[in-house]
C-alpha cells in the first residue's frame, strides 16, 4: 500500500479539503500511474453535494484522470513504465454479463461497473478518485493517451468527450446530420468539436451570446441564445440529433420542439430532478427521447485515437488543488472556458 494526499469532500455542505489516501499494492494485473492532471466534471460536484442522493463520505471525486505509469503488476502486458495513460468513470466492472463482452462496460448489469469514485471495489474498498497523487487500477480498464496529446488537454476526454463521442456514434452523426448541442460547458464544448470533426452541421443552444465567439471557433455553424424567445420560434423542427448537456432542468418541451421528423433529443446531462416531457412535445413529429452514459472501454480508447488523429483536445484552466472550492462555485455558475483541470503534482508525495 502507498500513501498519497487528495482532496476529499467529507459532508454535502462543507468545502473539499486536503488529505491523504492509500492506494493498494500492485497485483498481477494492476498498473500504477502517476496522476499528472484530473478534470472537474459537474458530476463530481452532484455527487459530492448529494444532488444524486447520499454520497458515501470521504469522498475524493476526480473520473478524468491523466498520468503516467510508474509500476506494473507482473502479468500486465498492455503498459510499460512511462506510458501516457489515463482512467474514466470506471475502473472495474462483472467482465462476463452480455453487455460487458460486448465492450459496454457502462451499461454492466453483472452488478453495475465499479465507479472511480464512490464505490466499493472488488478488493471491499472504498474506490477513490482522480483529485489524488497517484492510483492504480486493473489495465484492462486503463486507456492509452497517445503521446500526441498534452495530458492537461487530454484528461476531460475520459469523461467530457467519451460521453459526446457515443451518442454522436450511436445515432450516426455525420455529413447529413443537423446536431444541436445545448449547454457549451466541459461536455458541450466536445460535443462540438467532435461532431464539427465527423462532419455534422453544429448548431450551440447556450443562455447568452456570450461564448459565441469561442462556439464557432470550435466548429459551431450556428449559435443562439435560448434567453431569446424567438430561437424556439425560428428553429422549430430544425435538428435531427440533439445532446443535452445541461446540467440543471430545463423546460424540456421548448427543447423537444425543435427536434425534426424522426429526429432525436438525447439527454447527458443528469440534473437532481427528474424531466417533465408534455406528451405533445414528442407525439408531434415522431420525435425520441434517449439517454447515454459514457462509453465502454473500447469505444473510450476509440475516441481518443479520433481525438489524435483530428488533432482534437479539451479547453482547460490548469488550477492548482487548493482553487478547486473556487473552481466548484465557477462550473455552477458556467464561468468556465471550459474543463477546469487539476495539476495534481503537489499531491503525489504524502
Ligand atoms: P458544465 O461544464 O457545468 O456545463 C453545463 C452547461 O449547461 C453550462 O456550461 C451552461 O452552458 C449550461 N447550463 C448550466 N446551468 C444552466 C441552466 N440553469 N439553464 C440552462 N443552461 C444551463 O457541466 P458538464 O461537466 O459538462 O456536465 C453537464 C451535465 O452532464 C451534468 O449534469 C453532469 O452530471 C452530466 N454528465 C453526464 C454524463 C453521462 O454519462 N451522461 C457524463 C458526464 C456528465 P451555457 O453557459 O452555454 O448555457
Ligand atoms: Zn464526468
Ligand atoms: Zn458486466
Redesign the pocket.
Given at each position: 500500500m502507498t500513501t498519497v494526499s487528495a482532496y476529499a469532500a467529507t459532508s454535502a455542505t462543507g468545502p473539499l479539503t486536503k488529505t491523504t489516501i492509500t492506494r493498494r499494492a500492485v497485483g498481477p494485473h494492476d498498473v500504477r500511474f502517476d496522476i499528472i492532471f484530473a478534470g472537474i466534471?459537474?458530476?463530481d460536484i452532484?455527487t459530492v453535494r448529494g444532488e444524486w442522493g447520499q454520497p458515501s463520505y470521504p469522498v475524493v471525486p476526480g473520473h478524468e484522470i491523466a498520468g503516467i505509469v510508474t509500476e506494473i503488476g507482473s502479468a500486465v502486458t498492455r503498459y510499460k513504465v512511462g506510458d501516457h495513460v489515463g482512467v474514466g468513470?470506471f475502473v472495474d466492472s462483472c467482465r462476463k454479463c452480455k453487455n460487458c463482452q460486448a465492450g459496454l462496460e457502462q451499461y454492466c448489469t453483472g452488478g453495475g461497473n465499479v465507479g472511480t469514485y464512490n464505490a466499493v471495489g472488488r478488493d471491499g474498498e472504498p474506490t477513490q478518485g482522480g483529485y489524488s497523487g497517484s492510483i492504480v487500477v486493473d489495465e484492462n480498464y486503463v486507456l492509452r493517451i497517445p503521446e500526441s496529446l498534452p495530458l492537461d488537454a487530454a484528461a476531460p476526454l475520459l469523461?467530457?468527450g467519451i460521453?459526446t463521442f457515443s451518442p454522436l456514434k450511436h445515432w450516426k452523426a455525420g455529413p447529413e446530420t443537423r446536431v444541436a448541442v445545448?449547454?457549451?460547458?466541459?461536455?458541450?464544448h466536445m460535443a462540438v468539436k467532435l461532431a464539427a470533426a465527423m462532419g455534422a452541421e453544429v448548431t450551440?443552444l447556450?443562455?447568452?451570446l456570450k461564448?459565441m465567439e469561442d462556439g464557432l471557433r470550435l466548429g459551431a455553424k450556428n449559435y443562439y441564445a435560448?434567453s431569446d424567445r424567438d430561437t424556439f420560434k425560428n428553429l422549430r423542427n430544425s435538428f435531427d440529433l440533439v445532446l443535452n448537456?445541461?446540467?440543471?432542468n430545463?423546460d424540456l418541451g421548448r427543447y423537444l420542439q425543435m427536434v425534426d421528423l424522426d429526429g432525436v433529443f438525447v439527454e447527458?446531462?443528469?440534473?437532481e430532478n427528474p424531466l417533465v416531457v408534455p406528451p405533445f412535445s414528442i407525439i408531434g413529429m415522431r420525435r425520441s427521447i434517449a439517454?447515454?452514459?459514457?462509453g465502454g472501454i473500447a469505444e473510450t480508447q476509440e475516441m481518443l485515437d479520433f481525438c489524435a488523429k483530428h488533432g482534437i483536445a479539451s479547453e482547460v484552466e490548469v488550477i492548482q488543488p487548493d482553487y478547486i472550492n473556487e473552481a466548484y462555485e465557477r462550473?455552477?455558475a458556467?464561468d468556465?472556458r471550459?474543463?477546469f483541470v487539476i495539476d495534481t503534482e503537489s499531491l503525489r508525495d504524502a
Open positions: 466534471c459537474h458530476s452532484h468513470c469523461c467530457a460521453t445545448i449547454g457549451l460547458g466541459g461536455l458541450g450551440v447556450s443562455q447568452s461564448k435560448t448537456t445541461v446540467s440543471a430545463l447527458l446531462g443528469a440534473p439517454g447515454s452514459v459514457i462550473v455552477i458556467s468556465v471550459y474543463r
